[in-house]
């Protein structure tokens, strides 16, 4: 049987997204998916793959527009598969101890893929980052990396199970 293929796509602006889409590949990988991490931006066509992860960064309480336009670009293809969503964006310990329900957009697009699971991770907003509102938040001294490596990984291995049905279990201890 041939391992399935896994697209993981993400809208970021200053790179964490990316990071927590680095982490779900990882864990993908690691449970015999075969699995491909590029940007929403730069994927043209999505017939290769049997499910798609898509994230976006949360910013003002709105996905990041390179997500939006993804789902928006590949919604018939992408309602022909399975579907996982996640979003980040608390820059505080929230995402980690609590389920955030999905901002009104993203929970309109879950609505509208017929997503099999939407979850809100915390963000990172660290120096360097681009935008004024981005650096005026840095200024306030809120910034500071609230990704929860543990939680990503075990949401990614509930996919893996969910995919291949015979996932081996977690050990990330």
Same mark, same amino acid.
């Given at each position: ?22 982490? @779900? ?7 015999? $998916?075969?699995? %491909?991490?590029?940007? !929403?931006?730069?994927?043209?066509? @999505? ?13 003002? /309480? ?26 980040? /964006?608390? $820059? ?17 697009? !879950?609505?509208?893929? %017929? ?14 980052? *681009?935008?004024?509102?981005?650096? *005026? @938040?840095?200024? *306030? /001294?809120?910034? /500071? %990396? ?20 015979? !996932? *081996? ?5």
């Amino acid at each position: 049987m041939t391992a399935q293929r896994v697209l993981i796509a993400y809208g970021t602006k200053n790179g964490a997204t990316a990071g927590i889409a680095e982490w @779900i590949a990882e864990e993908l990988r690691e449970q015999g $998916l075969d699995t %491909d991490v590029r940007s !929403a931006a730069s994927v043209r066509d @999505i017939a290769a793959y049997d499910a798609v992860v898509l994230g976006g960064g949360l910013y003002a /309480g709105r996905w990041q527009r390179d997500a939006t336009s993804f789902a928006r670009r590949h919604r018939e293809a992408l309602a022909q598969r399975p579907v996982w969503l996640f979003s980040s /964006g608390p $820059l505080d310990a929230s995402a980690s101890e609590r389920d955030i329900p999905p901002a009104r957009g993203v929970s309109r697009i !879950a609505d509208r893929l %017929d997503a099999r699971d939407h979850v809100t991770f915390g963000g990172s907003l660290t120096e360097g980052a *681009q935008g004024f509102i981005a650096r *005026q @938040i840095l200024k *306030q /001294g809120k910034g /500071g %990396d609230f990704r929860d490596h543990e939680q990503i990984r075990a949401w990614a291995h509930g996919i893996a199970t969910r995919l291949s049905g015979s !996932a *081996q279990p977690a050990d990330h201890g």
